[in-house]
């Protein structure tokens, strides 16, 4: 029944679908982050299906590419997507830690931000469209989401958060055991184990993507003195339009 209600908490914290609100009554932060992995795969089935669509009515690329961008924030809500741009802002700044830290935290959006989410968003919707013209079988679109938030859940488990973080992040962590970042690391592996056996390349693109963005967010808990759940969210929309970009390149 925990299970059950960990799994129920993570939808209603990380996707638009909605909950009730006793199930988070008895959850803990770190058993509903083992649930973050199928909240991607949920986020990816949407996308898969929407894929199956616009090939059925035989929708043009550019536009399908566009449809499929929307798609893939739409269940969770742009939740990410704002992590994100916060971060853009915050790492690409000239300040010193501490006025990174401050930007990281404004709710305000900069230019820094409005600039990064607009070749995301060109990056991400052309690489869907030549993704959408390939022969590509819809479980990649799957595995990809999935892939992104198992990694980054175990980033969140193993990097060291921002001193005085007392949001999210110390809320997933809170009730943390070795099962806890294990699972979530199996969950990881298992992806990239999958994607090999019916793919190596698309294994291959998901290693280089993980590659990319653990690299950045090593550079954010440089930067930043630790982590919290903007680097999260960002690198989550990071290792997506890395891989979608790297499978775009190789098809």
Sequence with gaps: ??????????????????????????????????FFPADGLICGAVTSGCLWALRRFEVREILAGTILTLSLFLVSGFLHLDGFMDCCDALLSSRDMEGKRRILKDSSVGAFAVICVCLLLMITGSSLAVIYSSQLFWWALCVVPFFSRALFAVVLFTFRP?????????????GKKPLHTASVAVQCLAALAASYFVSPIMCCCLA????????TAKIAEKLLGGINGDVIGGGVILTEAACYLLLALVL
């Design 1 to 34: 029944m925990i299970m059950i209600k960990s799994f129920l908490a993570s939808l209603g914290m990380f996707t638009k679908i909605k909950v009730k609100d006793n199930v988070f009554e008895d959850s803990r932060g770190a058993a509903i982050l083992t």
């Design 162 to 174: 921002m001193e005085n973080n007392k949001g999210l992040l110390y809320y997933f962590n809170s």
């Design 208 to 215: 280089g993507a993980a590659a990319v963005s653990l690299l």
